[in-house]
Protein backbone atom coordinates (compact mmCIF):
# COMPACT_ATOMS: atom_id res chain seq x y z
CA UNK A 1 0.00 0.00 0.00
CA UNK A 2 1.21 3.63 -0.77
CA UNK A 3 2.02 4.57 2.94
CA UNK A 4 1.73 8.07 2.05
CA UNK A 5 -2.18 7.73 1.14
CA UNK A 6 -2.88 6.08 4.21
CA UNK A 7 -1.41 8.33 6.55
CA UNK A 8 -3.26 11.24 4.49
CA UNK A 9 -6.71 9.01 4.98
CA UNK A 10 -5.87 8.33 8.74
CA UNK A 11 -5.39 11.85 9.38
CA UNK A 12 -8.36 13.10 7.97
CA UNK A 13 -10.75 10.48 9.41
CA UNK A 14 -9.33 10.16 13.32
CA UNK A 15 -8.91 7.81 15.64
CA UNK A 16 -11.72 6.10 14.98
CA UNK A 17 -11.01 4.87 11.12
CA UNK A 18 -7.54 3.86 13.11
CA UNK A 19 -8.98 2.20 15.69
CA UNK A 20 -11.39 0.18 12.87
CA UNK A 21 -9.02 -0.46 10.80
CA UNK A 22 -6.45 -2.27 13.56
CA UNK A 23 -9.37 -4.51 14.49
CA UNK A 24 -9.97 -5.67 10.93
CA UNK A 25 -6.73 -5.78 9.78
CA UNK A 26 -4.32 -6.07 11.88
CA UNK A 27 -2.04 -3.71 13.59
CA UNK A 28 0.78 -5.50 11.20
CA UNK A 29 -1.15 -3.79 8.94
CA UNK A 30 0.04 -0.42 9.74
CA UNK A 31 3.75 -1.47 9.71
CA UNK A 32 3.98 0.83 6.22
CA UNK A 33 3.38 3.87 7.13
CA UNK A 34 5.40 5.91 10.69
CA UNK A 35 3.21 6.35 13.83
CA UNK A 36 5.54 10.15 13.64
CA UNK A 37 2.98 11.05 10.65
CA UNK A 38 0.21 10.27 12.03
CA UNK A 39 -0.84 13.16 14.32
CA UNK A 40 -4.73 13.82 13.41
CA UNK A 41 -4.68 17.57 12.78
CA UNK A 42 -6.56 17.79 9.88
CA UNK A 43 -9.76 15.45 11.71
CA UNK A 44 -9.53 17.73 14.50
CA UNK A 45 -9.70 20.61 12.73
CA UNK A 46 -12.66 19.28 10.92
CA UNK A 47 -13.95 17.56 14.04
CA UNK A 48 -16.37 21.09 15.26
CA UNK A 49 -18.27 20.90 11.86
CA UNK A 50 -19.52 17.44 12.05
CA UNK A 51 -22.23 16.71 12.76
CA UNK A 52 -23.77 13.63 14.90
CA UNK A 53 -26.75 12.67 12.28
CA UNK A 54 -23.66 12.08 9.34
CA UNK A 55 -22.10 9.50 11.94
CA UNK A 56 -23.76 7.00 10.53
CA UNK A 57 -22.63 7.67 6.98
CA UNK A 58 -19.19 8.19 8.85
CA UNK A 59 -19.24 4.58 9.66
CA UNK A 60 -20.25 3.40 6.65
CA UNK A 61 -17.41 5.25 5.28
CA UNK A 62 -14.68 3.81 7.32
CA UNK A 63 -16.00 0.40 6.84
CA UNK A 64 -15.30 0.62 3.30
CA UNK A 65 -12.00 2.16 3.79
CA UNK A 66 -11.17 -0.76 5.43
CA UNK A 67 -12.65 -3.65 3.46
CA UNK A 68 -11.08 -1.95 -0.12
CA UNK A 69 -8.01 -0.87 1.59
CA UNK A 70 -5.51 -2.82 -0.54
CA UNK A 71 -7.47 -1.37 -3.61
CA UNK A 72 -7.44 2.34 -3.12
CA UNK A 73 -4.41 2.62 -1.34
CA UNK A 74 -2.98 0.22 -4.42
CA UNK A 75 0.85 2.35 -4.46
CA UNK A 76 1.62 3.05 -7.67
CA UNK A 77 3.16 0.34 -10.30
CA UNK A 78 6.68 2.19 -11.28
CA UNK A 79 7.64 1.54 -15.23
CA UNK A 80 9.72 -0.92 -15.59
CA UNK A 81 11.95 0.19 -18.07
CA UNK A 82 14.45 -1.88 -18.04
CA UNK A 83 13.12 -5.42 -18.13
CA UNK A 84 13.18 -5.91 -21.34
CA UNK A 85 17.04 -6.13 -21.01
CA UNK A 86 17.69 -8.99 -19.02
CA UNK A 87 16.22 -12.06 -20.08
CA UNK A 88 13.73 -14.38 -17.90
CA UNK A 89 14.98 -17.80 -16.96
CA UNK A 90 14.34 -20.69 -15.10
CA UNK A 91 15.81 -20.79 -11.70
CA UNK A 92 18.88 -23.02 -11.60
CA UNK A 93 17.05 -25.73 -9.68
CA UNK A 94 15.04 -26.19 -13.31
CA UNK A 95 17.57 -27.76 -14.65
CA UNK A 96 19.57 -29.48 -11.84
CA UNK A 97 18.29 -32.58 -10.00
CA UNK A 98 18.27 -32.41 -6.43
CA UNK A 99 16.72 -34.53 -3.82
CA UNK A 100 13.17 -33.13 -3.33
CA UNK A 101 13.62 -33.70 0.76
CA UNK A 102 16.60 -31.88 0.71
CA UNK A 103 14.91 -28.96 -1.65
CA UNK A 104 12.13 -29.04 0.79
CA UNK A 105 14.50 -28.43 3.96
CA UNK A 106 15.71 -25.50 1.75
CA UNK A 107 12.65 -24.44 0.77
CA UNK A 108 10.82 -23.79 4.02
CA UNK A 109 14.51 -22.57 5.35
CA UNK A 110 14.05 -19.80 2.97
CA UNK A 111 10.71 -18.93 2.93
CA UNK A 112 10.28 -15.32 5.06
CA UNK A 113 6.70 -14.02 6.20
CA UNK A 114 5.45 -11.78 3.83
CA UNK A 115 6.30 -13.81 0.81
CA UNK A 116 3.93 -14.31 -1.89
CA UNK A 117 2.69 -17.41 -3.17
CA UNK A 118 0.91 -19.09 -6.24
CA UNK A 119 -1.06 -21.90 -4.79
CA UNK A 120 -3.80 -24.49 -6.32
CA UNK A 121 -7.11 -25.08 -3.97
CA UNK A 122 -7.25 -28.91 -2.59
CA UNK A 123 -9.49 -28.99 -0.25
CA UNK A 124 -12.07 -26.85 1.43
CA UNK A 125 -12.94 -27.26 5.17
CA UNK A 126 -14.39 -25.69 7.95
CA UNK A 127 -11.29 -24.75 9.13
CA UNK A 128 -10.37 -22.96 6.21
CA UNK A 129 -8.45 -24.04 2.90
CA UNK A 130 -5.89 -26.41 1.86
CA UNK A 131 -3.73 -26.02 -0.84
CA UNK A 132 -0.51 -27.19 -2.91
CA UNK A 133 2.40 -24.50 -3.20
CA UNK A 134 2.26 -23.94 -7.57
CA UNK A 135 4.67 -21.22 -7.51
CA UNK A 136 6.28 -18.14 -6.19
CA UNK A 137 5.75 -14.56 -6.93
CA UNK A 138 6.60 -10.58 -6.35
CA UNK A 139 9.74 -10.02 -4.44
CA UNK A 140 9.81 -13.51 -3.28
CA UNK A 141 13.16 -16.07 -4.66
CA UNK A 142 12.19 -17.41 -8.18
CA UNK A 143 12.08 -21.22 -6.93
CA UNK A 144 11.05 -24.29 -9.04
CA UNK A 145 8.34 -25.82 -6.57
CA UNK A 146 6.01 -27.94 -8.65
CA UNK A 147 7.94 -31.16 -7.95
CA UNK A 148 8.02 -30.57 -4.57
CA UNK A 149 4.22 -31.01 -3.26
CA UNK A 150 4.65 -28.11 -0.84
CA UNK A 151 0.75 -27.10 1.12
CA UNK A 152 -0.20 -24.83 2.89
CA UNK A 153 -3.03 -23.77 4.59
CA UNK A 154 -5.90 -20.17 4.83
CA UNK A 155 -7.96 -20.11 7.92
CA UNK A 156 -11.33 -18.37 7.25
CA UNK A 157 -10.45 -15.26 9.24
CA UNK A 158 -8.09 -14.42 6.33
CA UNK A 159 -10.09 -15.50 3.35
CA UNK A 160 -10.76 -12.34 0.73
CA UNK A 161 -14.31 -13.14 -1.24
CA UNK A 162 -13.59 -14.35 -4.56
CA UNK A 163 -14.93 -11.17 -6.74
CA UNK A 164 -16.06 -12.85 -9.41
CA UNK A 165 -18.76 -15.55 -7.59
CA UNK A 166 -22.07 -13.85 -6.06
CA UNK A 167 -21.25 -16.13 -2.57
CA UNK A 168 -17.78 -15.20 -2.67
CA UNK A 169 -16.63 -18.81 -2.05
CA UNK A 170 -13.98 -20.83 -3.37
CA UNK A 171 -13.91 -23.83 -5.19
CA UNK A 172 -11.50 -27.08 -5.22
CA UNK A 173 -9.20 -26.40 -8.46
CA UNK A 174 -9.10 -22.15 -7.84
CA UNK A 175 -6.05 -20.74 -8.28
CA UNK A 176 -5.15 -18.34 -5.67
CA UNK A 177 -2.27 -15.84 -4.19
CA UNK A 178 -1.85 -15.23 -1.09
CA UNK A 179 1.12 -13.92 1.71
CA UNK A 180 2.91 -16.02 3.97
CA UNK A 181 2.01 -14.85 7.69
CA UNK A 182 3.92 -18.18 9.44
CA UNK A 183 6.21 -20.98 9.15
CA UNK A 184 6.65 -24.14 11.04
CA UNK A 185 10.07 -25.52 8.92
CA UNK A 186 9.93 -28.79 11.33
CA UNK A 187 6.67 -29.70 10.10
CA UNK A 188 6.74 -28.05 7.05
CA UNK A 189 3.35 -26.09 7.37
CA UNK A 190 2.49 -22.87 6.12
CA UNK A 191 0.14 -20.83 7.38
CA UNK A 192 -0.99 -17.71 4.63
CA UNK A 193 -3.69 -15.18 4.79
CA UNK A 194 -5.00 -13.23 1.70
CA UNK A 195 -5.48 -9.49 3.61
CA UNK A 196 -2.38 -7.76 2.46
CA UNK A 197 -0.74 -7.79 6.17
CA UNK A 198 2.59 -8.03 5.18
CA UNK A 199 2.49 -6.27 1.76
CA UNK A 200 5.32 -4.27 0.92
CA UNK A 201 5.31 -1.05 -1.84
CA UNK A 202 6.62 -3.62 -4.08
CA UNK A 203 4.02 -6.06 -3.88
CA UNK A 204 1.14 -3.44 -3.93
CA UNK A 205 -0.20 -4.47 -7.16
CA UNK A 206 -0.74 -7.95 -6.64
CA UNK A 207 -4.12 -8.84 -6.07
CA UNK A 208 -4.55 -11.38 -2.91
CA UNK A 209 -7.21 -14.04 -3.55
CA UNK A 210 -8.71 -16.04 -6.28
CA UNK A 211 -6.70 -15.54 -9.40
CA UNK A 212 -7.29 -16.60 -12.87
CA UNK A 213 -4.71 -18.97 -15.55
CA UNK A 214 -3.80 -15.37 -16.97
CA UNK A 215 -3.11 -13.95 -13.48
CA UNK A 216 -0.07 -16.45 -13.42
CA UNK A 217 3.37 -14.51 -12.83
CA UNK A 218 5.46 -14.53 -16.34
CA UNK A 219 8.37 -16.30 -14.64
CA UNK A 220 6.21 -19.69 -13.93
CA UNK A 221 4.79 -19.31 -17.42
CA UNK A 222 8.21 -19.34 -18.70
CA UNK A 223 9.31 -22.36 -16.48
CA UNK A 224 6.14 -24.13 -18.04
CA UNK A 225 7.02 -23.18 -21.83
CA UNK A 226 10.90 -24.13 -21.09
CA UNK A 227 10.72 -27.55 -19.36
CA UNK A 228 12.90 -30.12 -20.94
CA UNK A 229 15.25 -27.63 -22.57
CA UNK A 230 19.18 -27.04 -21.22
CA UNK A 231 20.04 -24.05 -19.89
CA UNK A 232 21.87 -22.66 -23.42
CA UNK A 233 19.09 -23.87 -25.09
CA UNK A 234 16.65 -21.58 -22.90
CA UNK A 235 19.14 -18.33 -23.35
CA UNK A 236 19.83 -18.65 -26.89
CA UNK A 237 15.89 -18.99 -27.42
CA UNK A 238 15.27 -15.80 -25.31
CA UNK A 239 14.69 -12.40 -27.46
CA UNK A 240 16.14 -10.20 -25.01
CA UNK A 241 19.13 -12.32 -24.52
CA UNK A 242 19.78 -11.51 -28.34
CA UNK A 243 18.83 -7.86 -27.76
CA UNK A 244 22.04 -6.17 -29.09
CA UNK A 245 20.94 -2.60 -26.60
CA UNK A 246 21.49 -4.81 -23.97
CA UNK A 247 24.97 -4.36 -24.06
CA UNK A 248 24.84 -0.96 -23.79
CA UNK A 249 22.16 -0.96 -21.12
CA UNK A 250 23.78 -3.55 -18.92
CA UNK A 251 27.98 -0.82 -19.70
CA UNK A 252 25.61 2.03 -18.28
CA UNK A 253 24.31 -0.02 -15.81
CA UNK A 254 27.36 -0.90 -14.14
CA UNK A 255 29.21 2.47 -15.06
CA UNK A 256 31.21 1.29 -17.74
CA UNK A 257 31.81 3.97 -21.22
CA UNK A 258 32.12 1.99 -24.24
CA UNK A 259 31.76 5.09 -26.13
CA UNK A 260 35.03 6.68 -24.92
CA UNK A 261 37.85 6.15 -26.45
CA UNK A 262 40.23 4.73 -23.45
CA UNK A 263 39.79 1.73 -22.25
CA UNK A 264 37.15 1.50 -19.49
CA UNK A 265 37.37 -1.47 -17.54
CA UNK A 266 36.57 -2.92 -13.99
CA UNK A 267 39.95 -4.41 -13.71
CA UNK A 268 42.39 -2.10 -13.30
CA UNK A 269 45.16 -3.54 -15.67
CA UNK A 270 43.62 -2.92 -18.47
CA UNK A 271 42.50 0.60 -17.95
CA UNK A 272 46.04 1.79 -18.68
CA UNK A 273 47.44 2.19 -22.28
CA UNK A 274 48.48 -1.44 -23.74
CA UNK A 275 51.90 -1.77 -25.20
CA UNK A 276 52.14 -3.20 -28.35
CA UNK A 277 54.24 -6.06 -27.37
CA UNK A 278 51.56 -6.79 -24.86
CA UNK A 279 48.88 -8.09 -27.68
CA UNK A 280 48.12 -11.44 -28.42
CA UNK A 281 49.92 -12.11 -31.74
CA UNK A 282 53.05 -10.04 -30.97
CA UNK A 283 53.43 -12.38 -27.47
CA UNK A 284 52.55 -15.01 -29.78
CA UNK A 285 55.69 -14.90 -31.98
CA UNK A 286 57.69 -14.10 -29.10
CA UNK A 287 56.86 -17.38 -27.84
CA UNK A 288 57.14 -19.25 -30.94
CA UNK A 289 60.63 -17.70 -31.42
CA UNK A 290 61.71 -19.07 -28.35
CA UNK A 291 59.62 -22.51 -28.99
CA UNK A 292 61.99 -22.56 -32.15
CA UNK A 293 65.11 -21.85 -30.30
CA UNK A 294 64.84 -24.54 -28.16
CA UNK A 295 64.40 -26.96 -30.47
CA UNK A 296 67.25 -25.90 -32.99
CA UNK A 297 69.50 -26.75 -29.92
CA UNK A 298 68.11 -29.65 -29.48
CA UNK A 299 68.79 -30.04 -33.52
CA UNK A 300 72.40 -28.96 -33.12
CA UNK A 301 73.27 -31.79 -30.03
CA UNK A 302 72.08 -34.28 -32.45
CA UNK A 303 74.08 -33.03 -34.94
CA UNK A 304 77.17 -33.02 -32.91
CA UNK A 305 75.98 -36.71 -31.80
CA UNK A 306 76.37 -37.92 -35.37
CA UNK A 307 72.46 -38.63 -35.50
CA UNK A 308 71.81 -36.35 -38.66
CA UNK A 309 68.15 -37.95 -39.19
CA UNK A 310 67.10 -36.69 -35.21
CA UNK A 311 68.71 -33.43 -35.76
CA UNK A 312 67.19 -32.90 -39.30
CA UNK A 313 63.80 -33.61 -37.66
CA UNK A 314 64.46 -31.34 -35.09
CA UNK A 315 65.48 -28.37 -37.18
CA UNK A 316 62.32 -28.90 -39.67
CA UNK A 317 60.19 -28.77 -35.87
CA UNK A 318 61.80 -25.33 -35.13
CA UNK A 319 60.79 -23.93 -38.72
CA UNK A 320 57.50 -25.26 -38.18
CA UNK A 321 56.71 -23.21 -35.44
CA UNK A 322 58.75 -20.37 -36.57
CA UNK A 323 59.51 -20.35 -40.25
CA UNK A 324 61.84 -17.10 -39.96
CA UNK A 325 64.09 -18.51 -37.75
CA UNK A 326 67.65 -17.60 -38.74
CA UNK A 327 69.04 -19.85 -36.43
CA UNK A 328 67.01 -23.03 -37.69
CA UNK A 329 67.52 -21.74 -41.12
CA UNK A 330 71.39 -22.06 -41.03
CA UNK A 331 71.84 -24.64 -39.25
CA UNK A 332 69.37 -26.86 -41.49
CA UNK A 333 71.99 -25.65 -44.59
CA UNK A 334 74.45 -26.36 -42.67
CA UNK A 335 73.45 -30.41 -42.75
Not at 28 to 42: K, P
Amino acid sequence: MDPELVVQTLNFHGQQLTKLWENERGVASLQVVSSRDIDYQVYQNRSKDLGFQERGKRIRLHQFIVDKAHQLYKAEKKPKDTVYFFPLMPPLESFCHFDKTEARTNFFHSIKVGDVLIGQVQQKTFHGLGFRVVATEGTTILRDVRELAIKGSVHPDQFNAASDRKDGAFNTGDLIRCEVLDINADNEKLNCGMKGLHQSAEQSDLQLGVITKEDLPKSYKTMVDLTGKSYEECLQSNRTFRNPSAIEHLSNSLGLDLSSAASDSFLKGLNAPVEGSDYADELRRSQNSKWATKSVAEGIKYFKAGLETEAFQCLNKALHIDAVNIEGLVARGAL
